[in-house]
């Protein structure tokens, strides 16, 4: 049976895919709250995933999942695994704001600095930066809405080392830690991620809402 949240205003294709699943007796699970990506599930567990009108011919739905950072943790938290708690900020929602939108304000209130900010689609670490206060946030938001349509905005995890997968003609291989990966070439590559306003002075206080 799908699982179904007031459909009515949801994308065609999600629509479409609920009814043949109340058919089949195949499972729905919803992205988002318009429908525009999901997974469907057999009863004997097996997932295809979808995103927008991109399916799971050769993986193609999954693959659009994982590239979007904001899918790929909402499933994986769906299926009970540990994710940073994050908040996804739309680049034409910032404007000419002079602070982050009151979701994001919440969220850096709530969970503390430092945080990330990162854009939603993309690879290697790229504009990826550690922000530690308000105004640190704000700029850092509006200089990558310049270059990415989706931003992520996500906790600081800390911990011991971290671990970077990588693939290479159907092989893949994990190095020992996080900060020393490789290129597309095969040579080592350095971090790309960027500091800004972590550690250092400034306002910690959050702005007024206008």
Avoid at 141 to 150: D, G, N, S, V, W
Avoid at 175 to 188: F, Q
């Amino acid at each position: 049976m799908a699982e179904t949240k007031q459909s009515g205003n949801r994308s065609v294709v999600f629509q479409l895919l609920e009814q043949h699943c109340a058919r089949t007796g195949y499972r729905l699970h919803v992205g988002d709250s318009h429908g525009h990506a999901g997974l469907v599930e057999s009863p004997d567990g097996r997932r295809w995933f979808f995103k927008g009108t991109h399916f799971d011919l050769n993986t193609l739905g999954a693959s659009e999942i994982a590239d979007d950072k904001a899918y790929a943790a909402h499933f994986l938290e769906e299926s009970g695994i540990a994710v940073p708690a994050s908040r996804l900020v739309f680049s034409s929602e910032l404007g000419n704001r002079n602070h982050p939108p009151a979701n994001v304000l919440d969220f850096a209130e709530t969970g503390g600095f430092p945080l990330f900010v990162k854009p939603n689609v993309g690879q290697e670490g790229a504009d990826v930066i550690r922000v530690g206060t308000y105004p640190g946030l704000t700029q850092t938001l509006h200089m990558l809405a310049k270059r990415h349509a989706q931003l992520l905005v996500q906790e600081e995890i800390r911990g011991g080392a971290s671990f970077v997968s990588s693939f290479w003609t159907g092989r893949s291989f994990v190095p020992s830690n996080g900060t020393r990966r490789m290129s597309r070439g095969g040579r080592k590559a350095h971090p790309r991620g960027a500091d800004c306003g972590a550690g250092q002075g400034g306002p910690l206080r959050r702005p007024h809402r206008m």
